[in-house]
C-alpha cells in the first residue's frame, strides 16, 4: 500500500528551489500585479444615457411614459368605476376586489387609502402596483430633459422630435389633472428632484388648486399646437395623443376647476398649509365656468374638424329591427373599436375583463367564470334612464310610474326589449333605448351576433332568478341587484364548445358626447340655457332616439318649462350625463364635481331580491347596503398617513 | 472462520481462476456487510498507564492517525493490537499525551510487548495545536475567541451535520425549521444575529480552506472531519477582511498518516418518526362546525353538510359513500428506516500518505407508496461523495497536499410545488401542507379498482367544489408523479508547503488553489389523475363517475393516463481560489515566541444561470492578509491581524478595506506567583481582542454594483401598445437601481473578552463576552417621499446595530479508580442585539413605540390583540380595524386589536414590537457520559430560549377554500373556539368561517407563541468489545451501539414541535432510532 514516489533524489534541490521561487513570486506578484484583477464590469453596461443615443431606445422611453395611463378599462383599476354608487359587485368578492368597491362602503382610511395613485397602492397602482403616478411623472422628465436637449436622439427627425415632445407634456399634464382630481390641491413636479437630493430638498409642498389648475393648463397649451390633428399611421400610432385629445383633457380640467367642489367651496376656506398659504380660492368665481366653456368649444372644434362624429350602426347583413339596430348603435358607440365618436381610446387598457364580470350566463354550457355577471346597477341607476318619451320616469305625465315595483307582463310588440310573456317589473317597461341597450335584467333581451335565431326575434333572454341560468347561484358569481350592465359587453361576444370569446375594445377615455355635454354644461352656467347648449344636448338624444329637449318636456313633462330655466337646465344636463356616460366611471367624478355626494352617495344601494325564485318575491326592493359618505372628508382623497410622516411639508386633507 | 476465509480469498487471489474472482467480490462483500476485517502483521500490546501517584485507569490509548483505541481499565491495563510499525498515543485529560512506537520495544517471550507508560501531568497543554485563519497557532498562544468541538460530538444518527450544530457550539445561535430529507438544514448564526437588511448574515465557511454553501457542511462526515473550528472574533475573523464579520466556520478534514493501511467502518440503521404530527378532529366534528362557520358568518347560508351526512358518517356506513378520511394516518408512515455507511482508508509510507474515505447515506421520506404505481413517490435522498486526501513528500522540506472531493445527491420525491412567495418548496412539505389543506369528508383516496375492473388508472376520489373545480386530493397529489434532482459538487484542490528553513528556521511558504464547479437540475414527472365520484344506484351498487375525463361538463385538468414530463430549474457555478502564503514562527532564547503571516487571496466565481448582465459578471475577491504574533514567556501575549480586500461590488475608490485587530493574552497561572493556587486551578488564561471586519456580501442577491445604475432597456411592464390592430408595441425602459458610489460594506468593530480554566484537572471553563458593533449596515432611504417617483429604492450605508453576548462551555471529565468515568459538558450562548440607528421617520409623538431603535435586530413588529369581541356591536362601537367593515368583514368573536396611538382606526401605526425575536437570543446545550468498563451510555439535552414564534393563522384556518383546497380542522381548534353559544373571548380560535377573515391573520400577539423548548436530544448506549475478542476477530476496536436523537422535548406549545417555528405544517423534524456498527481493522 506504499505509493511510488516517482521524483528522484538529484531533483530534490531543483526542485526545492522551484517550489521556493514560486511560492515567493507568488506572494510577491499575486497582489500587486493583479490591481485590474476586480474591474470586471465591460464597457457598454445599459445605463440610463443609452435610453437616448438613438432613435428606436428614446420610442422606447416614449412608451415607457405612456405605459402608466390608468387603465380605466378595467374597472377594479378606474377608480370612478365602483367607489361611487353606480355600480354594485357580490360580498364575496369572488375573484373580484376592488378596493374601489370598499371604498364605497366606507372602507377608505387616511392610514392605507385605497386606490393610492400617488404610491401606487391599492389598485392605485394599476396592475400589479406598477404605475404610481409621481413615477410617470419623473418618467416624463426624464425624456423631456433629454429629448428637449437636441444633441441628444441625434437620429431623431425635427418634426417627431416635436411631436413627442408635446405627446410628453401631454402625458405630465394628464398624471397631474389626475391626482388634482383626486387630492385636490398637489405638489406640481415640473422638474425632478435629483436622487442625491437631502432631506429639505425632497420634502415638496402641495400647491394652491389654483395653480395646479393653471400649470397643467399651461402645459396642456404648449402640447397641443405640436400634437397631430389625426393619426395618419392608423395601423402604428392609432391610441397615440392627438390635438383633440388634448383640447378635450383641458375643456375636463377647466370645467372641474369652474365645478362648486373646487370653485368658491366654503368648505376649504381654511384649508391653509403649514405656511398659512390657502390652498383653495374659497371665492366663487363664474368667469371660471365661461373658460370652461370655451375649453369646451375648442375641444368639439378640433374633435370634428378631424372627423370625429358620434356613432350610428352601419347595418349588418342579419334581418334586424329598428329597434335592435337603435339598440346596436348605442351599445357599439361604446364598444366598436376606434368607433368615429372615441376621441381618445387607449389600446393599452382593453375592455375584456371588464365584459368578463359584466356578461351574464346565458348559455348553460362553459365554466361560470366565463360570464360572472358581477357588475350590477343599483336599482336608483336603473330608475335614472328616462322613459321612453325621454324625460325622467317621475315626470313624465302619459306613463305612470307610480307603481314601478309592481309586476307586468311584456308584450308582442316589447319582444325586442322584454321576452314576449314574461314577467317583470314595471320599472323594465316603456323606457328610452339607452335602458335596454345598457342594462338588462330578468326577462330582458340581449341580443348577440351568436343569436340562435340569426335573427333579434328569439334571441337571448336573461333569465335572473335564483337557480335559473342568470341567478345567484354560484357562490360569487353571480349579480347583486338583478340589472346587468349590457352596455361594456361587445355584441361579437361567443359562447362556443371551446369557450367564451369577448372582442376586446381600446377604453374610450374621451367620447365625444362627454365634450359635448361639457360644453352644454359649462355654457349653461355660464350664459344660462342658450341655443347651444340645448343643441349639442339634442345631438345626443336625437342619436338615443329621444325627442329634443325642448319637445320633450313640453310634451310629456309635468314640469313642462323646466329646460327654460338656467337651474332646470342644468339638473336636465346632469341627469343626461347620468345616462349618457353611464358605467363609464364618469359619474363618481360628476357627483363629487358637483359637490352632491353627500346627498347622493348617502342614499342606500337597492336592487331586487336576487335570492328568490318566486317571481312576486324576486320583486321585492331588497335594501343591499347603506353608503355612508362623510362630508367634506370624502370629497378628497386622503393622503397616506405615512407619506405626511416622511415629508412634514404636506398636509392632510380635511377631515381625514 | 471468517477470517481465514477472507485472508484466503485476499491471499491467494492473484493467483485465482477468473472463477474465483467472483467468489473473492463475494467474499469482500461479506467483509464490508459484517464489518468484520483482517489485519497484517499485528502484533499484540499490553501494559499499564500509571503517573506518579499510581495507575490510571480510563486512559485513552490511540493508534497513532486512526480511530482506533482503547482505554486502560480500573487497574490500569490494556491491551491492543496494531502493526508492529504502529505508534500509540496515550492521553488523559490532564496530562501530557505520548506517543510511543512498538518498534522501540522487544517481543517477551510470549510475543507479546509490553509497553508500561507514565504520564506526566500537563500543566498547561503547551503544545497543542490550534487552528486558527489561514492556519494553525499553538493552543496557548491563542488570544482570539475561538470554539473548537470535537469531531465526536458532531456524531449522530444523522446525514446531516447542521442538526448537530445547536446547544454543542459555544457562540453558535442555531435552530432546525424542517425534518424533510434534502431540506432539513438547520440555520445556524455566530453569535446571533449581527445585521439586518437583505445580505449575508449567516457565517463564512470553510472547509480545508474552501469556502462552501451550508449544504457543503450538512453533507459533511463527522467521521472525516479531523477538527471542527468556529472564529468568533475579531482577531480570529480579520484576515477574512470583508468577508469575516459574521463570524467563520473552519473545518479541517483528515489526512493520512504513515503507516500500515486502516479501515474504519461504520454502517447505521435508523428507524426515524416525526417527533410530532399535528391532530386532526374526527370528521362528525368536522362536518358539524363546517356547518357552524357557514352559518354564523351568514345565518341564510346553504349548509355545507346535510345531517344525513353527518349522521351516516358518525354511524360509519359505507366509506366510499360517506368518506371518513384523516389524512395524515393515509399519507403519512409511522416511521422510516434510514442506512448509513461510511468506510474511511488511511495509510501511506514516508514519502506519501493518504486517507481515502467513501460516504453512502439513504434518507426516506415518511411517505407512503402506493402499489397503484410502479415509481417510488416517497422522498429518497441519496447522497454519496468520495473524499481522497493525498499528501506527498516532494522533498524533506517540500509537500504537497492534493485534495479531491466529489458530493452527489440524487434526490426523489413527490412533485414539489411553489408557496405563495413563488418560492419552490419540495414534496415532502407539500404533502404535509396537503393533508391540513383537504376536505376530509367529501371523497376517498381511492375506490377500489373493482368498481370498474375494465379501468387501468387508479381510481382517485374527487367531488366538485361549489365554485365547478374540484377539490385537492392530497393522496392523488403524492402518488401521481415524483420529481428528481441531482446535485454535484466536484472540488480538486492543490496545496503546496514549503519549508524554507535553508533560508532562516522557522519560514516557510505555502500556495493553495482549488477549483470547484457545483450543478444542478430538477424535473418531474407526474400523469394528471382522473377523479371519481360515487352514487349509490338503486339496487344499493356503488357507481362510479369520472370528472374530468376531458369534452363538456368536464370539471378540472382533464386526467391523462401517461406521464407527463416538466423540466425544472438548472444552476451550474463555478469558482477558482488562489492564496499564497509565507509563516514564519521561532522561539528565541526560549522566552521570544515570535510569528508572522502573510498571504495573499483571490477568488473568482462565476453564475451559469445568473439571470441578468450585471449578475452574470464574475464575483471577485482579492486581499492580503496578515499577522504578527508575540509571546514572552509563554504568559504574555500580543497579536496583531489584518486583511486588505477588495470586492468588485463596490466602486474604484471604495473597493479595498482595511480590516485590522490586535489582541493582548495573560496566561496568568504561568506566573511564579500563582504557584500555590496551581492545584485548584491549574491554568488561568485571560484574552482580550479589538478589530474591524467586514461584510462585503450586502443588499439583496440582484443588487450587485451599488455604483452602477442598473436599467432595465426592455422592460415588458413597461411597454406601451398602438395601432388599429394593436399592432405595434415596444417595450419600456426601468431603472431598477440608481448608482450610489457611496456604497460599501458593513464594518463590524469587535471587542471580546475570554477566559479559560482548568480547575482540579476536572473541570474545563471558557467563557467570553464580546460586544460587536455593526455600522454602515446598507438599507433603504426612508426620508425621500413618494412625490420623487423614484422607482427603486435609494439605498445607503446609514444603518447601525450592536450585538453583545456571552459564550460559556464547561466540561467536567473524571475517571475513576474502578474504571468508572464521568464526562460532563455543557455550553451556553447567550446572544442580543439592538439596533443603534435604523433609517425611519420622525413619528408623531404618542407613536414612539414604532422606533426600532433600541430593539432587537430580529424583533417583530404586531398588533396588541386584547380579546376577541364579544358580539358585532362591540365591533362596530370600537376602533375601526383595518379596512375592514365592522359587522360585514369582521364582527363578534373576531380578534380585537388595541388601537395603541388612538386615532380611531386600526392601521400599520399600531404596530408595537411584540415577543422575543424570531431567532432565539439563548441557544443550550448540556450532557454526559458515565462509562463503566466497556460500556457507555450518554445523553445530551438542547435548549432555546428567549425566541418568539407566530403562527400562520391561514394555514391552519379551517374550512377554508384555499387555492381550491378546502382545509381540515386541528382538533385544538374544535376544541377551543369562539362561538355564539359559548363566547369564550379567550378561545385558541376566534370565530369559525368558511373564509379567511383579514382581520384575524395578522401578526399579532394572538399568534403569538414562547419559542422555549428543551429537547432530549440524543442518548447513546454503547459497548466497546472487549479488547480480546476484537483481537479474535483481527480488529483493533468494535463498537457497538443504539442511539437517538429529538426523543423528548418539553414546551408550552403542543401544536407541533416547537423548533418549527410558526409555520408548523411544514415536514415534522424527525426522532430517530439506530442501531450502528463500527469497527477498525
Given at each position: 500500500m506504499k505509493l511510488n514516489v516517482v521524483l528522484k533524489t538529484k531533483n530534490k534541490s531543483r526542485l526545492l528551489r522551484g517550489t521556493s521561487l514560486f511560492l515567493l513570486s507568488a506572494i510577491l506578484l499575486v497582489f500587486p500585479a493583479c490591481k485590474r484583477y476586480l474591474d470586471i464590469v465591460p464597457d457598454n453596461v445599459a445605463t440610463i444615457s443609452n435610453a437616448f443615443t438613438m432613435r428606436t431606445?428614446?420610442?422606447?422611453?416614449?412608451?415607457?411614459?405612456?405605459?402608466?395611463?390608468?387603465?380605466?378599462?378595467?374597472?377594479?383599476?378606474?377608480?370612478?368605476?365602483?367607489?361611487?354608487?353606480?355600480?354594485?359587485?357580490?360580498?364575496?368578492?369572488?375573484?373580484?376586489?376592488?378596493?374601489?368597491?370598499?371604498?364605497?362602503?366606507?372602507?377608505?382610511?387616511?392610514?392605507?387609502?385605497?386606490?393610492?395613485?400617488?404610491?401606487?397602492?391599492?389598485?392605485?397602482?394599476?396592475?400589479?402596483?406598477?404605475?404610481?403616478?409621481?413615477?410617470?411623472?419623473r418618467n416624463c422628465n426624464i425624456f423631456l430633459e433629454n429629448v428637449q436637449d437636441e444633441t441628444k436622439v441625434r437620429d431623431l427627425r425635427p418634426d417627431e422630435r416635436v411631436r413627442w415632445i408635446a405627446e410628453v407634456k401631454f402625458l405630465k399634464a394628464y398624471y397631474h389633472f389626475y391626482l388634482l382630481r383626486m387630492y385636490g390641491p398637489i405638489p406640481l413636479v415640473d422638474k425632478n428632484i435629483d436622487v442625491s437630493a437631502t432631506e429639505a430638498e425632497v420634502r415638496v409642498k402641495r400647491m394652491p388648486f389654483d395653480d395646479c389648475v393653471n400649470f397643467i393648463a399651461a402645459l396642456l397649451d404648449e402640447a397641443a399646437p405640436n400634437l397631430p390633428a389625426i393619426i395618419t399611421d392608423r395601423s402604428s400610432e392609432l391610441g397615440r395623443i392627438t390635438r383633440p385629445?388634448?383640447?378635450?383633457?383641458?375643456?375636463?380640467?377647466?370645467?372641474?376647476?369652474?365645478?362648486?367642489?373646487?370653485?368658491?367651496?366654503?368648505?376649504?376656506?381654511?384649508?391653509?398649509?403649514?405656511?398659512?398659504?390657502?390652498?383653495?380660492?374659497?371665492?366663487?368665481?363664474?368667469?371660471?365656468?365661461?373658460?370652461?366653456?370655451?375649453?369646451?368649444?375648442?375641444?368639439?372644434?378640433?374633435?370634428?374638424?378631424?372627423?370625429?362624429?358620434?356613432?350610428?350602426?352601419?347595418?349588418?347583413?342579419?334581418?334586424?329591427?329598428?329597434?335592435?339596430?337603435?339598440?346596436?348603435?348605442?351599445?357599439?358607440?361604446?364598444?366598436e373599436r376606434w368607433n368615429s365618436e372615441h376621441v381618445w381610446a387607449n389600446p393599452n387598457s382593453r375592455a375584456d375583463f371588464l365584459q368578463r364580470t359584466a356578461m351574464p350566463k346565458l348559455v348553460s354550457t362553459g365554466a361560470s367564470g366565463d360570464a360572472r355577471m358581477q357588475l350590477a346597477a343599483p336599482l336608483k341607476i336603473a330608475e335614472l334612464f328616462y322613459t321612453r318619451n325621454g324625460v325622467p320616469i317621475n315626470e313624465d305625465k302619459t306613463l305612470d310610474f307610480s307603481n314601478k315595483y309592481s309586476i307586468r307582463t311584456a308584450t308582442r310588440n316589447e319582444r325586442f326589449y322584454v321576452k314576449e310573456g314574461y314577467q317583470t317589473a314595471r320599472l323594465n317597461f316603456d323606457r328610452?333605448?339607452?335602458?335596454?341597450?345598457?342594462?338588462?335584467?330578468?326577462?330582458?333581451?340581449?341580443?348577440?351576433?351568436?343569436?340562435?335565431?340569426?335573427?333579434?326575434?328569439?334571441?337571448?333572454?336573461?333569465?335572473?332568478?335564483?337557480?335559473?341560468?342568470?341567478?345567484?347561484?354560484?357562490?360569487?358569481?353571480?349579480?347583486?341587484?338583478?340589472?346587468?350592465?349590457?352596455?361594456?359587453?361587445?355584441?361579437?361576444?361567443?359562447?362556443?364548445?371551446?369557450?367564451?370569446?369577448?372582442?376586446?375594445?381600446?377604453?374610450?377615455?374621451?367620447?365625444?358626447?362627454?365634450?359635448?355635454?361639457?360644453?352644454?354644461?359649462?355654457?349653461?352656467?355660464?350664459?344660462?340655457?342658450?341655443?347651444?347648449?340645448?343643441?349639442?344636448?339634442?345631438?345626443?338624444?336625437?342619436?338615443?332616439?329621444?325627442?329634443?329637449?325642448?319637445?320633450?318636456?313640453?310634451?310629456?313633462s309635468n314640469n313642462p318649462t323646466k329646460y327654460t330655466t338656467k337651474d332646470g337646465m342644468r339638473e336636465i344636463i346632469h341627469q343626461e350625463r347620468g345616462i349618457e356616460l353611464a358605467f363609464e366611471g364618469n359619474r363618481y367624478w360628476d357627483i363629487?364635481?358637483?359637490?352632491?355626494?353627500?346627498?347622493?352617495?348617502?342614499?342606500?344601494?337597492?336592487?331586487?331580491?336576487?335570492?328568490?325564485?318566486?317571481?312576486?318575491?324576486?320583486?321585492?326592493?331588497?335594501?343591499?347596503?347603506?353608503?355612508?359618505?362623510?362630508?367634506?372628508?370624502?370629497?378628497?382623497?386622503?393622503?397616506?398617513?405615512?407619506?405626511?410622516?416622511?415629508?412634514?411639508?404636506?398636509i392632510q386633507n380635511p377631515g381625514w | 472462520m471468517k477470517k481465514k476465509l477472507l485472508q484466503r480469498g485476499l491471499f491467494y487471489s492473484s493467483a485465482r481462476k477468473p472463477r474465483s474472482v467472483f467468489k473473492i467480490f463475494i467474499y469482500c462483500i461479506l467483509l464490508l456487510g459484517s464489518t468484520s476485517v483482517f489485519a497484517q502483521e499485528n502484533v499484540n500490546v499490553r501494559g499499564t498507564v500509571s503517573?506518579?501517584?499510581?495507575?490510571?485507569?480510563?486512559?485513552?490509548?490511540?493508534?497513532?492517525?486512526?480511530?482506533?483505541?482503547?482505554?486502560?481499565?480500573?487497574?490500569?491495563?490494556?491491551?491492543?493490537?496494531?502493526?508492529?510499525?504502529?505508534?500509540?498515543?496515550?492521553?488523559?485529560?490532564?496530562?501530557?499525551?505520548?506517543?510511543?512506537?512498538?518498534?522501540?520495544?522487544?517481543k517477551n517471550s510470549e510475543g507479546v510487548y509490553v509497553i508500561n507508560v507514565k504520564l506526566q501531568n500537563d500543566d498547561n497543554s503547551l503544545n497543542e495545536v490550534a487552528v486558527v485563519g489561514f492556519g494553525t497557532q499553538k493552543k496557548a498562544s491563542v488570544v482570539s475567541s475561538i470554539t473548537s468541538i470535537s469531531p465526536k460530538e458532531l456524531k449522530g444518527p444523522t446525514s446531516n451535520l447542521t442538526t448537530m450544530i445547536a446547544g454543542r457550539v459555544a457562540g453558535m445561535i442555531a435552530y432546525q425549521r424542517s425534518g424533510e430529507p434534502g431540506a432539513d438544514n438547520a440555520q445556524f448564526f455566530i453569535r446571533g444575529l449581527g445585521t439586518f437588511g437583505s445580505g449575508k448574515v449567516d457565517p463564512l465557511i470553510l472547509i480545508d480552506g474552501i469556502e462552501s454553501t451550508q449544504n457543503d457542511l450538512a453533507r459533511l462526515q463527522a467521521d472525516d472531519i479531523s477538527s471542527f473550528n468556529v472564529l468568533k472574533d475579531a482577531t480570529a475573523s480579520a484576515v477574512y477582511g470583508a468577508r469575516g464579520a459574521n463570524g467563520v466556520v473552519l473545518v479541517l478534514t483528515k489526512s493520512g498518516v504513515a503507516g500500515i493501511t486502516k479501515f474504519s467502518f461504520r454502517a447505521e440503521t435508523s428507524v426515524s418518526s416525526n417527533t410530532k404530527n399535528f391532530q386532526f378532529a374526527d370528521n362528525v366534528t368536522y362536518m358539524k362546525l363546517a356547518n357552524e362557520a357557514a352559518l354564523t358568518r351568514d345565518p341564510l347560508a346553504i349548509l355545507p353538510y346535510l345531517q344525513t351526512k353527518i349522521d351516516a358518517t358518525a354511524a360509519g356506513e359505507n366509506p366510499l359513500l360517506y368518506p371518513d378520511n384523516n389524512w395524515i394516518k393515509q399519507l403519512i408512515k409511522d416511521y422510516t428506516i434510514n442506512n448509513r455507511y461510511n468506510l474511511n482508508i488511511s495509510g501511506g509510507g514516508s514519502k506519501a500518505s493518504y486517507y481515502v474515505?467513501?460516504?453512502?447515506?439513504?434518507?426516506?421520506?415518511?411517505?407512503?407508496?402506493?402499489?397503484?404505481?410502479?415509481?417510488?413517490?416517497n422522498i429518497k435522498l441519496k447522497n454519496y461523495s468520495v473524499r481522497s486526501n493525498v499528501n506527498i513528500n516532494l522533498t524533506n522540506t517540500t509537500e504537497a497536499i492534493i485534495r479531491v472531493y466529489g458530493q452527489f445527491d440524487d434526490y426523489s420525491g413527490p412533485v414539489g410545488g411553489y408557496d405563495s412567495n413563488g418560492k419552490r418548496i419540495n414534496g415532502g412539505q407539500k404533502i404535509f401542507n396537503q393533508a391540513i389543506w383537504s376536505n376530509p369528508v367529501m371523497f376517498p383516496a381511492v375506490y377500489p379498482a373493482s368498481l370498474s375492473p375494465f379501468t387501468t388508472h387508479p381510481l382517485f376520489g374527487n367531488a366538485i367544489t361549489p365554485f365547478n373545480t374540484l377539490y385537492v386530493n392530497p393522496y392523488a397529489e403524492m402518488v401521481k408523479g415524483y420529481s428528481q434532482y441531482n446535485a454535484s459538487t466536484l472540488q480538486t484542490q492543490l496545496e503546496l508547503k514549503q519549508d524554507l528553513k535553508f533560508i532562516t528556521p522557522g519560514l516557510n511558504a505555502r500556495m493553495m488553489s482549488y477549483a470547484r464547479r457545483y450543478s444542478y437540475f430538477d424535473l418531474s414527472r407526474e400523469y394528471s389523475p382522473f377523479y371519481y365520484s360515487a352514487t349509490e344506484q338503486p339496487d344499493g351498487s356503488i357507481g362510479l363517475q369520472v370528472l374530468n375525463p376531458g369534452g363538456i361538463g368536464s370539471v378540472g385538468a382533464t386526467g391523462t393516463e401517461y406521464l407527463n414530463y416538466s423540466e425544472g430549474s438548472k444552476q451550474l457555478n463555478s469558482t477558482f481560489y488562489l492564496e499564497a502564503a509565507v509563516n514564519y514562527n521561532r522561539t528565541f532564547s526560549e522566552k521570544h515566541a515570535v510569528g508572522a503571516m502573510l498571504i495573499t487571496t483571490m477568488r473568482n466565481y462565476l453564475s451559469g444561470n445568473a439571470g441578468s448582465l450585471q449578475l452574470s459578471l464574475p464575483s471577485r475577491n482579492q486581499g492580503l492578509s496578515g499577522r504578527a504574533t508575540y509571546g514572552y514567556d509563554n504568559r504574555y501575549l500580543a497579536e496583531f491581524n489584518f486583511g486588505y480586500n477588495g470586492s468588485e461590488r463596490f466602486s474604484k475608490d471604495d473597493r479595498f478595506g482595511f480590516f485590522p485587530s490586535f489582541g493582548l493574552g495573560y496566561i496568568v497561572s504561568n506566573e511564579s506567583f500563582f504557584k500555590p493556587l496551581s492545584k485548584v486551578i491549574n491554568s488561568l488564561k485571560l484574552r482580550a481582542t479589538y478589530g474591524l471586519v467586514g461584510n462585503d456580501q450586502i443588499g439583496a442577491d440582484g443588487d450587485r454594483f451599488f455604483y452602477m445604475s442598473e436599467v432595465n432597456m426592455n422592460s415588458g411592464t413597461y411597454g406601451a401598445t398602438f395601432g388599429e390592430q394593436y399592432g405595434y408595441y415596444k417595450n419600456g425602459v426601468l431603472v431598477s437601481r440608481y448608482a450610489n458610489p457611496l456604497i460599501t460594506w458593513e464594518r463590524s468593530k469587535q471587542v471580546n473578552f475570554g477566559a479559560d480554566l482548568k480547575i482540579l484537572n476536572a473541570i474545563d471553563l471558557t467563557i467570553d463576552i464580546y460586544k460587536n458593533s455593526r455600522s454602515n449596515i446598507l438599507t433603504g432611504r426612508t426620508y425621500i417621499p413618494s412625490t420623487m417617483g423614484l422607482q427603486a429604492a435609494v439605498q445607503a450605508n446609514t444603518n447601525k446595530a450592536e450585538s453583545k453576548g456571552v459564550d460559556l462551555s464547561l466540561n467536567y471529565n473524571k475517571s475513576f479508580a474502578n474504571g468508572l468515568f464521568i464526562q460532563t459538558r455543557g455550553n451556553f450562548t447567550y446572544a442580543t442585539s439592538k439596533i443603534l440607528i435604523y433609517d425611519e421617520p420622525t413619528y408623531n409623538g404618542n407613536e414612539s413605540y414604532r422606533y426600532h431603535v433600541g430593539l432587537p435586530?430580529?424583533?417583530?413588529?404586531?398588533?396588541?390583540?386584547?380579546?376577541?369581541?364579544?358580539?358585532?356591536?362591540?365591533?362596530?362601537?370600537?376602533?375601526?380595524?383595518?379596512?375592514?367593515?365592522p359587522g360585514v368583514n369582521y364582527g363578534g368573536g373576531d380578534i380585537k386589536y388595541r388601537d395603541v396611538n388612538g386615532d380611531g382606526i386600526i392601521s400599520d401605526a399600531d404596530m408595537v414590537p411584540i415577543g422575543y425575536p424570531k431567532t432565539p437570543e439563548i441557544i443550550y446545550g448540556f450532557g454526559g457520559t458515565i462509562g463503566y468498563k466497556g460500556f457507555d451510555i450518554s445523553a445530551f439535552f438542547q435548549g432555546s430560549a428567549r425566541s418568539s414564534f407566530f403562527i400562520n393563522s391561514q394555514n391552519i384556518a379551517p374550512f377554508v377554500y384555499n387555492q381550491g383546497s378546502q382545509n381540515g380542522l386541528l382538533s385544538a381548534i374544535a376544541d377551543s373556539h369562539w362561538s355564539e353559544e359559548n363566547r369564550n373571548t379567550y378561545a385558541l380560535w376566534p370565530r369559525l368561517s368558511p373564509v379567511f377573515v383579514d382581520n384575524n391573520d395578522k401578526t399579532s400577539t394572538w399568534w403569538m407563541r414562547n419559542g422555549n423548548f428543551l429537547r432530549l436530544k440524543s442518548v447513546e448506549i454503547g459497548y466497546n468489545v472487549s479488547s480480546r475478542?476484537?483481537?479474535?476477530?483481527?480488529?483493533?476496536?468494535?463498537?457497538?451501539?443504539?442511539?437517538?436523537?429529538?426523543?423528548?422535548?418539553?414546551?408550552?406549545?403542543?401544536?407541533?414541535?416547537?423548533?418549527?417555528?410558526g409555520n408548523g405544517l411544514g415536514y415534522p423534524v424527525q426522532s430517530v432510532y439506530n442501531i450502528g456498527v463500527s469497527a477498525s481493522f
Open positions: 431606445e428614446a420610442e422606447k422611453y416614449l412608451f415607457t411614459c405612456y405605459s402608466f395611463l390608468p387603465r380605466d378599462g378595467d374597472p377594479l383599476y378606474n377608480v370612478g368605476y365602483l367607489a361611487g354608487d353606480e355600480l354594485w359587485i357580490p360580498t364575496q368578492e369572488w375573484d373580484f376586489l376592488s378596493y374601489g368597491w370598499r371604498m364605497a362602503r366606507g372602507g377608505q382610511s387616511a392610514a392605507n387609502p385605497y386606490l393610492d395613485v400617488w404610491n401606487g397602492y391599492y389598485q392605485g397602482g394599476g396592475p400589479g402596483d406598477n404605475y404610481g403616478l409621481f413615477k410617470a411623472i385629445i388634448a383640447l378635450a383633457i383641458k375643456a375636463k380640467l377647466l370645467l372641474m376647476a369652474a365645478s362648486p367642489l373646487f370653485n368658491g367651496n366654503s368648505d376649504y376656506a381654511g384649508f391653509k398649509d403649514h405656511e398659512g398659504i390657502s390652498l383653495f380660492n374659497s371665492s366663487f368665481d363664474a368667469s371660471k365656468w365661461k373658460k370652461a366653456a370655451t375649453a369646451a368649444k375648442a375641444a368639439i372644434d378640433a374633435a370634428e374638424s378631424a372627423g370625429f362624429s358620434l356613432y350610428t350602426f352601419p347595418g349588418t347583413t342579419f334581418k334586424l329591427s329598428d329597434t335592435t339596430l337603435q339598440q346596436l348603435t348605442l351599445r357599439c358607440a361604446m364598444t328610452e333605448p339607452r335602458f335596454y341597450a345598457d342594462l338588462s335584467f330578468d326577462g330582458g333581451i340581449w341580443y348577440k351576433y351568436d343569436s340562435p335565431s340569426n335573427s333579434d326575434e328569439g334571441t337571448y333572454s336573461i333569465e335572473g332568478k335564483y337557480t335559473q341560468m342568470s341567478g345567484a347561484t354560484h357562490v360569487g358569481y353571480y349579480n347583486e341587484t338583478g340589472y346587468y350592465i349590457k352596455k361594456v359587453v361587445d355584441w361579437n361576444m361567443v359562447n362556443s364548445s371551446n369557450g367564451v370569446t369577448y372582442r376586446d375594445y381600446p377604453w374610450p377615455e374621451i367620447r365625444l358626447p362627454d365634450i359635448y355635454l361639457m360644453y352644454a354644461e359649462a355654457l349653461n352656467e355660464s350664459d344660462g340655457p342658450v341655443a347651444d347648449v340645448y343643441e349639442y344636448v339634442n345631438r345626443i338624444r336625437k342619436r338615443a332616439g329621444l325627442m329634443n329637449v325642448q319637445d320633450a318636456w313640453t310634451t310629456y363629487r364635481r358637483w359637490k352632491k355626494a353627500a346627498e347622493t352617495f348617502n342614499q342606500p344601494i337597492t336592487g331586487w331580491s336576487v335570492f328568490q325564485q318566486a317571481t312576486t318575491d324576486y320583486y321585492r326592493v331588497r335594501t343591499i347596503f347603506s353608503q355612508n359618505f362623510v362630508a367634506p372628508r370624502d370629497y378628497l382623497w386622503p393622503l397616506r398617513t405615512y407619506d405626511l410622516t416622511v415629508n412634514p411639508n404636506l | 503517573d506518579t501517584t499510581g495507575t490510571l485507569p480510563g486512559a485513552s490509548i490511540k493508534i497513532s492517525g486512526t480511530n482506533r483505541g482503547t482505554s486502560t481499565d480500573v487497574n490500569g491495563r490494556y491491551n491492543i493490537s496494531l502493526h508492529k510499525s504502529g505508534r500509540l498515543l496515550f492521553t488523559m485529560i490532564g496530562y501530557k499525551p505520548r506517543t510511543v512506537s512498538v518498534a522501540d520495544y522487544e474515505a467513501g460516504t453512502y447515506n439513504i434518507d426516506n421520506g415518511a411517505l407512503k407508496v402506493d402499489g397503484l404505481n410502479n415509481f417510488n413517490n435586530i430580529d424583533q417583530t413588529f404586531g398588533y396588541i390583540a386584547e380579546r376577541l369581541f364579544i358580539d358585532d356591536n362591540e365591533a362596530k362601537n370600537s376602533p375601526l380595524q383595518f379596512s375592514g367593515i475478542l476484537v483481537k479474535k476477530l483481527a480488529m483493533n476496536s468494535l463498537r457497538i451501539y443504539v442511539n437517538g436523537t429529538n426523543l423528548g422535548v418539553i414546551s408550552s406549545y403542543k401544536l407541533w414541535d416547537p423548533e418549527m417555528g
